[in-house]
């Protein structure tokens, strides 16, 4: 059994950083690839990004492309989730999830996660 657990939110003022943490315990093969999504009042659930197991791989959604940057350390089975420059619309409901696929790839769709964290609240606003 794999448990996710986020931390590291809270009130940012626009144009602040905050850095979201993923912390990963319990029965896992290796290191699992993860991917970080979030739930704005109102919306459906959207993929923000993703890290493959070694970290070589990542994808992110074009809102926030040079802005959020997903790092990992295996030896301290955490992810990391780096966001600068954040926006109002950046307000969400931040969680992780893994999935352990045959290669060293990442995927942005929801539907291959199995494992979820509790989420972490971001509120951007001055």
């Known amino acids: 059994q794999v448990q996710l657990v986020e931390s590291g939110g809270g009130l940012v003022q626009p144009g602040g950083s905050m850095r979201l943490s993923c912390g990963i315990s319990g029965r896992t093969r290796g290191s699992p690839a993860l991917g970080w999504f979030r739930r704005a009042p109102g919306k459906e659930r959207e993929n923000v990004g993703c890290i493959s197991r070694s970290g070589a791989v990542s994808h992110y959604i074009n809102s926030v492309k040079g802005r959020f940057t997903i790092s990992r350390d295996n030896a301290k089975n955490t992810v990391y989730l780096e966001m600068n420059r954040l926006q109002p619309e950046d307000t969400a409901v931040y969680y992780c999830?893994?999935?352990?696929?045959?290669?060293?790839?990442?995927?942005?769709?929801?539907?291959?996660?199995?494992?979820w964290g509790q989420g972490t609240q971001v509120t951007v606003s001055s």
């Open positions: 999830a893994v999935e352990a696929p045959a290669i060293d790839v990442c995927f942005q769709s929801d539907g291959r996660y199995l494992t």
